[in-house]
């Protein structure tokens, strides 16, 4: 059965027929005199199929090419439109027919609706206030310049070219439009070319919610008169402000200390329940009906309601994982195709795209300059400045909206709009694969000065940076900082990094806990915190703790902890292995945090620490304090087979042997093929004879102390260097060992790789870490800072601590 209704277009005040009807009977292909096309149901069910599908698949098609998500999902949806697919018989006659589009045009509003929402949930306004002088002026610049030029550019030729007459009527309005930036547009641009975490993207985050406040609250203002002229009653304008500001007091004083009230009523650790997230959708949906009732846009409630959400976890957290992927990749598709479908490229007229295009260039050159001029003044690097510059021309999805309001106010023509979107895809398209090559953030970790154990002198300070994923890391990575034997002569200085990934809000966050009063904002990190300062307290002068929390995506996290070891001139980065097996907690995406270690050991600007804890032995009497110092010994052994790293591990460990509360086991494999080639005159492997001098610098250094033992152990092949590690690992608190190996060593190793599961522990740390081994206390991994990512090299020959 069909059941014919009259559909209401709101937006333009037309009535039309709805051929199909609601799907409630039984109907198929088979059927000669009923096609389940005929039905609104099945149709719509396709619409959001074809969507998705298009956009999905020009993602995957232009992803590797440099460009962005909204590049290619906007060109999904002009695929499906009327400017290619949408000219077929299919597509034109069965698919979307405009009495087919009732519901596919309802679930676009509702996806642009909660996508504003989610928008305004990841918009923190501290942010304002976080924001330095340089931010301000870029951002008010930003606003400031391109909209004086489109402008002026408009009126110019409105004056010295006789223009059509509807393109003279709208020109000015195309102008302003084009001006205009947006906040989240620069968020999204950025994560897709994974440079949130990075110094210009924290600067483009800064300076574009600075210009996008100013636009949005243009673009409010110019809709807000323009539909008060519609409504023909006097005050009409008055009314609508006073109303608008009456929804923003409720939001604020009402629905906002709600919120509140929900997240003190949330225990730590614990989920949103699903009756408050209900409530929050439930707002949402009485703001978009308020902002349509008073007579303004459907959209502005939703969008101060999600400002008004408490940014992060666990309200804004919750949010996001409830509604970020059916809204991104089931209703915006939605949103984008009904975009792509009024881009009609076949009614473009050339004389019209020219001139328009000439406005499109000088809104290019304005944001440019006025981007780039005030960071120069600001002494920044020119290319950096240019770089900026071409981030702040990007368009997105937050334009789209503005133009399709605008459309639909009247302000632009189909024309008009269809050239808009084919300049944003021309300038956005250009301006991603450009950003992503030339910008390389780890070009910041190039240091003239090798960072590392070996090359950190004995009466200077020894800089660690230890990162923690979660609390689990606490423990372990202070066992391993008691074990360094800080001294008054070589006091160590730790940089605590705690890393949460980057939920309910857009933009990233570092932040330095000066005081000792860690603000309520980072509940989660407070605890960690505390226990590295009651550490600090135990030094005794010679521990100093200095504390951070970094808030950001995983795919950008290795930024953060890179730009801090290069600020700090950090010479060791201690990092948490991804696996934990003596704890059976499937939190923190192992995964991620996984490729985080990878991505730091690929730039790190100084040696890295991989930390594998497979439970300490001792843990429940472990409580290191200088003064008075636990009994047992903690137990520490370094495995050397060979090469660079492991040369880094040694120092580590020879280090930890200064401590009389530490005891030392040095193994050193031999193999008998390498000491005959090292007796012949004609064979040369500096490896192997800085390894030699490592060893004999460790001895002498060591000699007559009880608490340092130094074995030598000779081996064939890789059967016995198993055999050796296997018999001595349980009997360990610490293994100290390089990840790559050089030599002979390697090749030795090399029928062990094979079995490999984690390259990243090197073939020995992954053999140690495996769950047939026996080894219980925990697993340093070493490996010293390459020699490539140096600029100027350090000399080759090392003494412990010292220069030679």
């Not at 590049?71 to 439109?81: D, L, Q």
Request: charged fraction near 15%.
């Amino acid at each position: 059965m069909k059941i014919a209704r009259l559909v209401v277009d709101y937006h333009n005040g037309t009535i039309f027929y709805c051929g199909g009807g609601i799907y409630d009977g039984i109907s198929s292909i088979w059927n000669e005199d009923d096609s389940p096309f005929d039905y609104l149901y099945p149709v719509f069910s396709l619409q959001i199929v074809i969507a998705s599908f298009f956009t999905s698949f020009m993602k995957w098609l232009l992803e590797p090419l440099g460009q962005t998500s909204l590049t290619s999902h906007m060109m999904g949806g002009i695929m499906a439109g009327p400017s290619c697919f949408g000219r077929t018989d299919f597509f034109s006659t069965k698919l979307f027919l405009p009495n087919s589009m009732y519901m596919f045009d309802n679930c676009q509003y509702f996806g642009s609706m909660f996508f504003l929402f989610l928008i305004g949930v990841k918009t923190d306004l501290h942010m304002l206030t976080r924001s330095g002088k340089k931010a301000w002026l870029i951002g008010l610049c930003v606003f400031i310049v391109p909209l004086f030029f489109n402008l002026s550019a408009s009126q110019l030729l409105e004056k010295s070219i006789k223009l059509d007459d509807k393109l003279a009527d709208y020109i000015h309005n195309f102008a302003a439009l084009m001006s205009l930036s947006s906040f989240h547009v620069i968020a999204c641009f950025l994560d897709d070319l994974q440079l949130l975490s990075s110094e210009l993207g924290r600067l483009a985050m800064s300076a574009s919610m600075i210009s996008g406040i100013l636009s949005w609250c243009l673009a409010f203002v110019c809709f807000t008169i323009i539909t008060s002229l519609e409504a023909k009653r006097p005050h009409a304008l008055l009314l609508i402000i006073l109303a608008c500001c009456a929804m923003f007091l409720c939001i604020i004083f009402v629905l906002r200390p709600i919120m509140f009230w929900i997240i003190r009523n949330t225990p730590n650790d614990k989920n949103v329940k699903e009756v408050y997230v209900f409530s929050i959708f439930l707002m949402v949906l009485l703001s978009s009906l308020c902002g349509e009732v008073i007579g303004s846009h459907f959209l502005l409630g939703p969008m101060v309601l999600g400002i008004a959400v408490p940014a992060g976890p666990p309200l804004g957290a919750a949010i996001e994982e409830k509604l970020e992927f059916f809204v991104k990749y089931i209703l915006l598709p939605t949103f984008v195709v009904a975009c792509g479908f009024r881009v009609n490229i076949f009614e473009v007229n050339l004389d019209d795209f020219i001139i328009l295009e000439l406005i499109v260039v000088v809104s290019f050159i304005g944001k440019l300059l006025g981007t780039m001029l005030p960071a120069l003044y600001c002494r920044m690097p020119y290319q950096d400045a240019f770089l900026l510059g071409l981030i702040m021309n990007v368009q997105g999805i937050l334009d789209l909206m503005f133009w399709a309001c605008a459309l639909g106010l009247g302000l632009i023509t189909d024309t008009i709009y269809t050239i808009m979107v084919m300049s944003m895809l021309i300038v956005t398209g250009t301006v991603s694969p450009t950003v992503k090559y030339l910008y390389n953030p780890s070009r910041r970790y190039i240091t003239y000065k090798r960072r590392s154990i070996q090359n950190c002198k004995r009466n200077v300070e020894f800089r660690i940076l230890a990162c923690i994923y979660h609390d689990e890391n606490v423990p372990t990575i202070l066992d391993v900082l008691g074990a360094s034997h800080p001294t008054a002569y070589s006091p160590i200085c730790i940089y605590v990094l705690h890393l949460i990934q980057l939920q309910g809000r857009a933009s990233p966050l570092l932040v330095a806990h000066k005081s000792r009063k860690v603000s309520s904002q980072f509940n989660s990190s407070s605890h960690i915190i505390n226990a590295f300062k009651s550490y600090e307290k135990q030094g005794g002068g010679t521990i100093s703790v200095n504390s951070f929390t970094a808030i950001s995506p995983y795919t950008t996290m290795h930024d953060d902890i890179c730009s801090i070891a290069s600020e700090r001139r950090a010479s060791l980065i201690i990092l948490p292995f991804h696996h934990n097996p003596a704890f059976s907690s499937s939190l923190h995406l192992p995964t991620s945090i996984r490729k985080v270690n990878q991505n730091v050991l690929k730039g790190a600007p100084c040696s890295v620490g991989l930390l594998v804890d497979r439970g300490h032995p001792q843990r429940t009497q472990v409580s290191w304090n200088i003064t008075d110092k636990i009994i047992p010994a903690y137990r520490v052994a370094v495995i050397f087979l060979g090469g660079a790293d492991d040369r880094e591990a040694l120092s580590y460990g020879a280090r930890m042997g200064e401590d009389n509360n530490v005891k030392l086991t040095l193994f050193r494999f031999s193999y008998n093929n390498q000491d005959e080639k090292s007796n012949n005159p004609t064979y040369h492997d500096p490896d192997y004879s800085l390894d030699n001098d490592c060893i004999k610098d460790f001895r002498k250094y060591n000699e007559g102390l009880e608490n340092v033992v130094y074995r030598e152990e000779e081996v064939k092949d890789s059967v016995e260097i198993v055999t050796v590690i296997t018999s001595i690992e349980y009997t360990f608190d610490l293994l100290i060992v390089g990840k790559d190996h050089d030599g002979n060593s390697s090749e030795l190793l090399r029928a062990l790789e094979e079995w490999n599961d984690f390259p990243e522990l090197g073939v020995i740390g992954d053999m140690l870490s495996s769950p047939d081994s026996r080894c219980n206390g925990s697993i340093l991994v070493v490996q010293q800072q390459p020699t490539s990512d140096l600029i100027l090299d350090s000399p080759t020959k090392y003494h412990f601590g010292e220069l030679a």
